[in-house]
Every structure is written in structure tokens, then in C-alpha cells.
């Protein structure tokens, strides 16, 4: 009993000793106190928004699948699949250097190549940092995938996928973004709103994407000799329409997280990525309604990604109601610059050259007229600067690269390969296996009018099996 006692008064001594011991708190210890948590939120808030943005590759592939046939379903996979992981090496290697890296002429960054900023037992921010931003060159890269699909060969589509994270997207990045790090572009140094990328991402991804069908050129059987349009229908709308929702979800990461902070401000960007999203996808149903004689899913879908895209620049900077007209015009130009493109026969599966390059141009210039401090002509003059520098470097960039790998590794696939479909061509599989895929002919012929948008189907008699394409 007594070494009971005993023990238990040396423990009690101890926790007093101890207590005694301890510094008393003061304002400043307080003060680092409260930075440490604030720092380390803003860790958290940035990683798991970078998760975000990452799960938007998800998105994209679901919707350039599904607005596309059957049969190249497996090569649109791997494409989406090499953007992210090619695109990470290069940017590591380059691209993060010439974005962010010290510079005296704020063209290009000239230091932190192959992530040398970071140091062992020094700040680790660079690397969360660099991890955000890899997230934003994969989306930039795989935005053109969508305007190529489904005749371009895969060899020739990794050397350009190679080349828009390390070089491309770079260094237009530097020119508007460069001081997020360590550089300091020319650009953002006249004032250049783009808060987190209509058009440093989107639309040098939407103007890679117009390079890459010009020098391409349309899909066989997509354009009759006479010019008239012959639609080629998506394989899968639902799993278009469900990539649509992971890329909306994915934006709460791209927009808000482009704060790299956890702050108050994040709570408006959200709102008014959400409202943008909602007035785009309701006013592009509406002018496909009102144009084709149907509220048109596919229109529907892509308004939603171009509210999403036009926000993106002045998310930051703009009121709700504001968000919501900015979304609601990109809504109706995204349905009128599909149309375009159709017209003057530039074919793009998808629709990305509308929804990134002409719907981020038009964000970045919305975001100067509605800017919540007050416009002037200044403010517009160097927004509409902003979009044609992008579009001078990156179109002229990317047409150049898309010419000379079509002249070396070639860029497109042979007719007969075109027609039997990439994935067997390219990766000797098939996405469907248990269903049999027919391109031309087979158990339905489908014609429907861009222009009507009705819909009229005839069935061969005598097969009953399904037919996914």
C-alpha cells in the first residue's frame, strides 16, 4: 500500500514539475501558432483540390468516349491515359521550369527544371505547389484529344502530347501566371485577369485543338461532296452525359483551389462556378431547342462546359448574377460556334474547339466587362490582348508541330484503318467484346439532320444481335 502511495505522489510531481516547466503563451506564440494551422489548411486545401482537378481526366475521357464510336473507344482511353502520365514527366522535366521559373525578360521561366527547387529538409511548398499546377497541363493537353478523335494515330498523338506540357501551355502559362512562383510574365505585369485559366488552359487547349483538326482534316464520310453535313452519332450519351457531372464536380477543385489557400474567398467561386455551370447548360438547351426543334442533349451537355470554361477567368472577380450571364452567353455561343465549325468543315467530335478556345475567349474578355471593381477601356484592351497573344502563340505553335509530325511519324491513320476502327488498329482490342461493332450498315442506319435535329431510324430484318456503334 505504501509503495502504492509512494508511486503515485512521484507521478503527481512529475505532471506539476512538468506543468510548471511549460512557457507561458504570448501574443506572438499565439500568432505562430495560428500561422502553422493556416499554413498546413493550406496544404490540405491545395492537395485535395489538385485530387479534384485530377479526377476531371476521368471526366474527359467519359465524354470524348461517349460522343464518339464504339470503335475507338479503347484509343481514346489510352490517349487520355498518356496525357496525364507523359504530360507529368515532361512538365517535372521542363514545363514547370519555363512557367515559374525565374526570369528576367518575362517570356519564359529560365530555373527549377526537373523540380530542382525542392531540397530535402526545405520548404516543402514547391511541391504542392508544382502538384496543383501538373493537374492544369494534363487538362490543357487532353482538351485536344477531343478535336482529333478518332483518326489520329497514337504515336504521332504522344510527340504532340510531349510538346503541349513541356513547351506550349508553358510558356503562355509564364506569360500570365509567372509570378505564382518564381517568375514574372509580361502579361500579368499590364494587368491580365485570368484567375484560374479560361485562357491559359482552356483556350490553349481549344486552339492546339483547331491546329490539330485543320491538319488533320475531317472523318471519312463526315462531309458529302456536295457539302452537305452528315452527323456521325456519339456510341454512348449516358456515359457522355456522366463525364459531364465528373468534370462539374472536378471544377470545384480547378476554380476554387486555384486560390491555393483556405480562405473565405473560396466560398463565392464556388457559387458562381455552380451558377455559370446551370445558366450555361439551361441556355444551350434552349438555342439547340429553338434551332434544331429538340432540346439536343449533346448541346445541353457541352453548354454546361462552356458556363464552366467562360467562369473560370473571372470566377474570382465577378458577382453570382454576373457568373450567371456569363455562363448563359457562353451557353448560347457554344451552340452557335458548333454550327460554325460544321460549316466550314472542321470536323470536331466533340465540340472542344467551341467549348475551350471560343467559350475561354470569351470568359477572359466577360471577366473584364463585369468586373466586380469597376471596368475600364484599359482593363478590356489588355483582356483582348491576353486572347489574341494566346491564340498568335499557341495556334501558330501548334499547327507548325502538327505539320512537321505529320510529315515525319505521320499524324493520321490510313483510310482502311480509319474505317476499321483504332482501337483494333492501334491496340489489337476492343472496348465491347460480347457486342458486335458495325461502323457502316448493319442492323441500324441512323440519319439525323444537325439542322432539324430529328431523327429517323430504319432496321435491316434478320439480325437481332446489338449493335453498339
Request: net charge negative.
Amino acid at each position: 500500500m505504501k509503495a502504492v502511495i509512494l508511486s503515485g505522489l512521484v507521478v503527481l510531481f512529475s505532471i506539476v514539475s512538468a506543468w510548471a516547466g511549460d512557457e507561458t503563451p504570448t501574443a506572438l506564440s499565439n500568432k505562430e501558432a495560428i500561422d502553422m494551422v493556416q499554413v498546413h489548411a493550406d496544404y490540405v486545401w491545395t492537395l485535395v483540390a489538385a485530387a479534384l482537378v485530377f479526377f476531371m481526366q476521368a471526366g474527359f475521357a467519359l465524354v470524348e468516349s461517349g460522343f464518339t464510336r464504339a470503335k475507338n473507344a479503347i484509343n481514346i482511353m489510352m490517349k487520355n491515359l498518356m496525357d496525364f502520365s507523359i504530360g507529368s514527366i515532361a512538365f517535372w522535366a521542363v514545363g514547370f521550369g519555363l512557367m515559374f521559373g525565374a526570369t528576367k525578360t518575362g517570356w519564359f521561366g529560365m530555373s527549377g527544371f526537373f523540380l530542382s527547387d525542392f531540397t530535402p529538409g526545405g520548404d516543402p511548398w514547391v511541391l504542392a505547389f508544382w502538384m496543383f499546377q501538373v493537374v492544369f497541363a494534363a487538362t490543357a493537353a487532353t482538351i485536344v484529344s477531343g478535336a482529333m478523335a478518332e483518326r489520329t494515330k497514337f504515336s504521332g498523338y504522344i510527340l504532340y502530347s510531349i510538346f503541349v506540357s513541356a513547351l506550349i501551355y508553358p510558356v503562355f502559362g509564364s506569360w500570365a501566371w509567372g509570378s505564382l512562383y518564381h517568375g514574372g510574365g509580361w502579361l500579368e505585369a499590364l494587368g491580365f485577369i485570368d484567375f484560374a485559366g479560361s485562357t491559359v488552359v482552356h483556350s490553349v487547349g481549344g486552339w492546339a485543338a483547331l491546329a490539330g483538326a485543320i491538319v488533320l482534316g475531317p472523318r471519312l464520310g463526315k462531309y458529302t461532296k456536295d457539302g452537305k453535313i452528315k452527323p456521325i452519332l456519339g456510341h454512348n450519351m449516358p456515359l457522355a452525359a456522366l463525364g459531364v457531372f465528373i468534370l462539374w464536380l472536378g471544377w470545384f477543385g480547378f476554380n476554387p483551389g486555384s486560390t491555393t489557400a483556405a480562405s473565405k474567398d473560396i466560398a463565392m467561386i464556388f457559387v458562381n462556378t455552380n451558377l455559370a455551370a446551370a445558366a450555361g447548360a439551361i441556355l444551350a438547351m434552349v438555342t439547340s431547342w429553338v434551332k434544331c426543334g429538340k432540346p439536343e442533349v449533346g448541346m445541353s451537355l457541352n453548354g454546361a462546359l462552356a458556363g464552366l470554361v467562360a467562369i473560370t477567368s473571372g470566377c474570382a472577380s465577378v458577382t453570382p448574377t454576373s457568373a450567371i450571364i456569363i455562363g448563359a452567353i457562353a451557353g448560347v455561343i457554344v451552340v452557335l460556334s458548333v454550327l460554325f465549325f460544321d460549316r466550314i468543315r472542321i470536323d470536331d467530335p466533340v465540340g472542344a474547339i467551341s467549348v475551350h478556345g471560343v467559350c475561354g475567349a470569351w470568359g477572359t474578355l466577360a471577366a473584364g466587362i463585369f468586373n466586380i471593381g469597376g471596368t475600364t477601356g484599359k482593363i478590356i484592351g489588355v483582356q483582348l490582348l491576353g486572347i489574341g497573344a494566346c491564340f498568335a502563340w499557341t495556334f501558330t505553335t501548334a499547327f507548325i508541330l502538327f505539320k512537321l509530325i505529320d510529315m515525319t511519324v505521320g499524324l493520321r491513320v490510313s483510310p482502311e484503318e480509319e474505317l476499321e476502327g483504332l482501337d483494333f488498329v492501334e491496340h489489337g482490342g476492343n472496348a465491347y467484346p460480347d457486342f458486335e461493332v458495325s461502323s457502316y450498315g448493319g442492323m441500324a442506319m441512323v440519319a439525323v439532320s444537325a439542322e432539324t435535329g430529328l431523327q429517323e431510324s430504319t432496321a435491316k430484318l434478320g439480325s437481332l444481335k446489338p449493335v453498339t456503334d
